[in-house]
């Protein structure tokens, strides 16, 4: 599988996952703005990969900005804070960045610090590279043979930095000889699972069908569907999740048919930080990636589009929360201070 991102000659190496699947584009970015604009545009997306893209904009703004000392630190926080701000639901972005940034300021001159954020991006990566697999092999070994699992927007490895997080527990569970099927939700309105699951899955001979958005409660109704695993961009404290939108929708349907809800997500996802997810701030886009797709209107000009990116599922709706350090049930408030404890000891 390509990687979604990695550091080459001095320059961050982001696979651009717009061009996907019809073109494998690779973008050189050089620059910390270039790290926003990449962002801001979901050509690199996903909460790990967007971890280790903010450390990595920080290294690449304290290699630009090192050549002035006096103001260097103030102007590296204002770089870290525009890089931390460019998608403001995703915990992982503003963790990477702030990670990176303590990193540089922890060095003893201006000079020396792109190498310290560099570093600490590149124990990101590892980090992440070791998540995904706890992660993804705690949860196939709960998986039986032969599971129908519908999964939504894309959380394999273009999402990480490793196997990925639900999609990585359907490879890890096909690796280990489970004969998963998958139903991949096209994800709209930026259709992330029909342009990059599908995708993952083609690449991994993993059978599955795409299905519309709007399917998932039939396919359920139909008892044509065993599990639903997705993924998440912050899960608070209390076991609330912040999710691609329409998660909420297929807990609550999940609920009603009596099907097993999950959420993968590595414990770096998780915000002790946020009391729950009324708190969490939910990102509103732009209305044109609903009235336009692929460069075509869609919808009379001048409709207004109310475009959330994420929704918030509450925890009572969630089965398991399946993390590195295994998978945690209800409830999950002192599941997960257990499981963050232990794992920063």
């Given amino acids: 599988m390509a990687r979604s991102l990695f550091w080459e000659d001095g320059a961050l190496v982001v696979l651009d996952q717009t061009q996907l699947p019809h073109r494998v584009e690779w973008l050189r970015l050089r620059r910390w703005p270039e790290v926003v604009e990449a962002v ?19 290294a690449l703004a304290a290699r630009e900005l090192a050549a002035n000392p006096q103001e260097f630190h103030e102007r590296l926080r204002q770089a870290a804070e525009a890089i931390r701000s460019a998608r403001p639901t995703a915990v ?6 702030d990670r990176a940034l303590r990193a540089a300021e922890g060095a003893p001159e201006a000079e020396q610090a792109a190498e310290s954020a560099l570093a600490e991006a590149h124990r990101i990566v590892q980090e992440d590279e070791r998540a995904c697999r706890a992660l993804a092999e705690a949860g196939a070994r709960e998986l039986g043979d032969g599971e129908r699992v519908l999964t939504l927007c894309n ?19 096909w690796e280990a000889g489970k004969r998963v099927h998958v139903y991949a939700c096209e994800t709209r309105p930026l259709l992330q699972g029909a342009r990059l699951t599908t995708w993952e899955l083609r690449e991994l001979g993993i ?4 299905v519309v958005d709007a399917a998932a409660g039939w396919l359920m109704a139909r008892g044509r569907v065993d599990r639903v695993v997705v993924g998440a961009d912050r899960v608070a404290a209390n076991g609330d999740v912040a999710n691609k939108i329409g998660t909420y929708t297929l807990a609550v349907l999940c609920r009603h048919h009596r099907v097993p809800f999950w959420v993968a997500a590595p414990l770096s996802t998780v915000d002790l930080a946020t009391p729950d997810g009324q ?25 207004p589009a109310l475009n959330y990116a994420f929704d918030v599922t509450p925890a009572e709706l969630v089965d398991a929360l399946v993390t590195d ?8 408030g002192p599941a997960l ?3 963050v404890g232990g794992a920063r000891v």
Avoid: D, M, S
């Fill in 155 to 173: 959380t394999g490895a273009l999402a990480t930095l490793g196997i990925g997080t639900a999609l990585g527990i359907l490879r890890a569970a």
């Fill in 279 to 303: 708190a969490i701030r939910v990102e509103e886009r732009a209305p044109e990636e609903v009235t336009w797709f692929a460069g075509c209107p869609v919808a009379p000009e001048g409709t």
């Fill in 337 to 339: 201070r257990a499981a």
């Fill in 325 to 332: 350090a295994g998978v945690l049930r209800p409830p999950f």
């Fill in 207 to 210: 059978p599955f069908h795409l």
């Fill in 92 to 97: 992982n972005l503003a963790w990477g960045t």
């Fill in 40 to 58: 801001r545009a979901l050509r690199v997306r996903g909460a790990p990969a967007l971890g280790a893209a903010g450390a990595y904009g920080v």
